[in-house]
């Protein structure tokens, strides 16, 4: 079994949380796990990655930008807009590419999704519920207009985050690691 408190323990310990609480974490708190996330493996020390907080209203903007894209009508455009309602706090992970030789696109946006995994592992820490949410709705030009990204940059996906629910989530199915692994 992991030792509690290693970096092993929080990983088998972490699960998504599909339903959060109204709470999240203050901008304090948010900069001090970014900082901490951001410490990934990054080739070149490219940091070609930024989170942007989207709390209160913004979320509505962003709700109607999935609706938008998805070309959907009535009640089930509604129900797409309301989407990123579901938590307090939306974190929009966004692949920022840099110019480098030494480096290509997609170790970059492997590093970004790093930043992303390990921010949800410290949320989770913190005590905060997590969730990390994707979709093609990520590379939908209304979505990338309501995110206000550069036209180089792309969107990972969103963490959402608020307070842990009451409701535990269930176990996660092990891993048969032998499948996964090979030799040469």
């Given at each position: ?36 996330a951001g410490t ?26 999935i609706a938008e ?116």
């Amino acid at each position: 079994m992991a030792k509690k408190g290693s970096a092993a323990d929080a990983m088998l310990r972490r699960r998504s949380h599909s339903s959060v609480g109204d709470e999240a974490p203050s901008d304090k708190e948010l900069l001090r796990a970014i900082e901490v996330a951001g410490t990934v493996a990054d080739h070149a020390a490219l940091r070609p990655w930024r989170v942007i907080a989207i709390r209160g209203e913004a979320r509505e903007r962003v709700g109607r930008a999935i609706a938008e894209d998805s070309g959907a009508t009535g009640s089930d455009a509604e129900k797409l807009a309301r989407k990123p309602l579901r938590a307090p706090l939306l974190l929009a992970v966004v692949v920022s590419p840099k110019p480098s030789a030494k480096v290509p696109d997609w170790e970059q946006e492997a590093v970004a999704s790093g930043v992303a995994h390990a921010l949800s592992l410290l949320l989770d820490e913190a005590g905060w519920g997590v969730m990390w949410r994707t979709g093609h709705y990520t590379r939908s030009g209304a979505v990338h207009r309501a995110h206000e990204l550069a036209p180089d940059e792309r969107l990972l996906g969103w963490l959402y985050v608020g307070s842990k629910p009451e409701k535990k989530s269930g176990k996660r199915k092990p891993v048969t690691a032998k499948k996964h692994l090979s030799s040469l």
